[in-house]
């Protein structure tokens, strides 16, 4: 495989081209995280609306029948629905752990293992979600 970094001329948009025989598993993973990183979704604070990048977000949880997105020090309500969350970010390192909660797989620290086939994973920020005994397997 060849990699050619150049840079754009003064005024020309930042641009990736892949060239390649056949688009595999590994390439759509690949392209799937050059798009996380600059992806945003839109988060709410009280009555502030802003743009919040994914890379930013450790978990999403759904409670009382809202969504809410947990960052470093922060917690977002997010206007969607936990299935379309996982469908919308599936292959991109968001992973369902259990019926109300996705977890950012980069933003698990370790894991731990409990009683009855569950899983502890601790987080960078320091929070713990238990992974249900359901979801292990796909982890």
């Excluded at 759509?28 to 798009?35: F, M, S």
């Excluded at 029948?65 to 309500?77: D, G, L, M, P």
């Amino acid at each position: 495989m060849k990699i050619t970094i150049e840079t754009p001329r003064q005024g020309e948009e930042d641009e990736i081209i892949i060239r390649c025989a056949v688009l595999d598993q590994d390439l759509l993973q690949l392209i799937g995280r050059l798009k996380k990183g600059r992806q945003k979704l839109p988060a709410f604070c009280g009555q502030e609306i802003m743009m919040l990048p994914l890379k930013d977000i450790y978990y999403f949880e759904s409670v009382d029948h809202k969504v809410f997105a947990y960052c470093q020090n922060q917690v977002y309500e997010i206007r969607k629905k936990l299935y379309e969350l996982e469908a919308d970010y599936a292959g991109q390192d968001f992973l369902r752990i259990s019926k109300s909660t996705i977890v950012h797989l980069p933003k698990i620290l370790h894991l731990k293992p409990l009683f009855n086939g569950r899983f502890e994973a601790a987080l960078k920020n320091g929070e713990k979600v238990i992974i249900s005994r359901q979801y292990v397997a796909t982890l």
